[in-house]
């Protein structure tokens, strides 16, 4: 994949998405891009967000109510949710084809995507209450 402009701004974007260990919002984006690009505003980075999720290099991750994230992992996988921190984790786990049971249990319908979230706890947050 070729990005269409690969400004300095787009660029720092992408590669600060792809070295975080989690699942950044644009605000956490914003803090980082500035330490490489110190006048990029929060509008640029907003654009550039959409740029690069509608170009097929990050994948917003919403929920209702709050920030959405962004995941530069493309492979298909999962998340966890930590129900204490709010951390995001990524779960490789193999599922059935949810979308072919949704259309065999509703034949009227069109499922497009399926989207799989677990809850749970994170490892730290899991250790800690062992600790």
Not at 66 to 82: F, G, I, Q, S
Request: aromatic letters at 4%; charged letters at 25%.
């Amino acid at each position: 994949m070729a990005l269409k402009r690969l400004t300095r701004q787009r660029k720092a974007i992408l590669e600060v998405v792809r070295q975080a260990r989690h699942h950044p919002d644009a605000a956490w984006i914003y803090q980082e891009v500035r330490k490489r690009v110190p006048k990029v505003s929060l509008g640029t980075i907003y654009r550039n967000l959409e740029a690069l999720v509608a170009e097929g290099y990050l994948v917003p991750i919403t929920k209702a109510g709050e920030a959405t994230r962004y995941d530069a992992n493309l492979h298909p996988h999962h998340h966890l949710v930590c129900e204490a921190c709010g951390a995001i984790v990524d779960l490789e786990v193999d599922l059935p084809d949810l979308r072919a049971l949704a259309r065999e249990a509703h034949p009227g319908v069109e499922v497009r995507e399926a989207e799989v979230t677990f809850k749970g706890l994170c490892p730290a947050c899991k250790a800690a209450l062992k600790g």
